[in-house]
């Protein structure tokens, strides 16, 4: 991978994958802390909106004479919503985006899924270098989002919800050692 921040992003993603294989998929599945998402539920969410804002700047990139240069409004807004997701201020996800309710999704689809996305994100990249300081994506609280603000957003959105992760791996470890499952 060319691009830095596109390395650092697949790096934590190979990590948490790696750290997620130590727990069951009975446990990845299930609703640990009541009414909440489970671990596979909240990494698809993660999943979702990268794959979504992929897609969305594909589409963007064909059509060249229809980008704007980002503005002022669109920089400040990204800042205050990264800076949002670095405080862990709750906010109701999109229904697009929001995990599938089949609790039996499996690490290994959803490992797979997000390595077509990181793949796709890197062609990205590649084919959006002439776009640069363009509106090639989009946000519902941002609007207009250049390829930085996309690859700023993506980082923040995962250490928002790695904290959450994190804290229902701990669950799922603590459940394991509780009933003596077996890893996998």
């Known amino acids: 991978m060319k691009d ?3 390395a650092t992003l697949e790096a934590q993603r190979i990590s948490l994958l790696h750290k997620l294989e130590r ?11 009541k009414g909440k998402w489970s671990i596979l539920q909240v990494l698809e969410h993660v999943i979702v909106c990268e794959e979504l804002s992929i897609q969305y700047a594909f589409r963007k990139i064909t059509q060249p004479d229809s980008l704007e240069r980002v503005g002022v409004k669109s920089k400040v807004l990204s800042k205050i919503v990264t800076l949002g997701l670095g405080l862990k201020l709750k906010h109701e996800a999109p229904s697009v ?15 797979e899924r997000w390595e077509i996305s990181r793949d ?4 990205l990249s590649i084919q959006s270098t002439g776009f640069l300081e363009l509106g090639i994506g989009k946000h519902p609280s941002i609007g207009s ?10 980082r923040a959105h995962y250490n928002h919800h790695l904290v959450q992760i994190n804290t229902l791996f701990e669950l799922a470890m603590a459940n394991q050692d509780k009933n003596g499952s077996d890893k996998k």
């Open 145 to 154: 989002m250049s390829f930085s603000q996309i690859l700023a957003f993506f």
């Open 120 to 123: 796709n994100l890197e062609e």
């Open 97 to 111: 985006t929001k995990p599938n309710s089949d609790r039996n999704t499996s690490l290994d689809t959803l490992r």
């Open 4 to 6: 830095s921040k596109i």
């Open 23 to 33: 727990v069951s998929e009975k446990n990845l599945n299930q609703d640990l802390r």
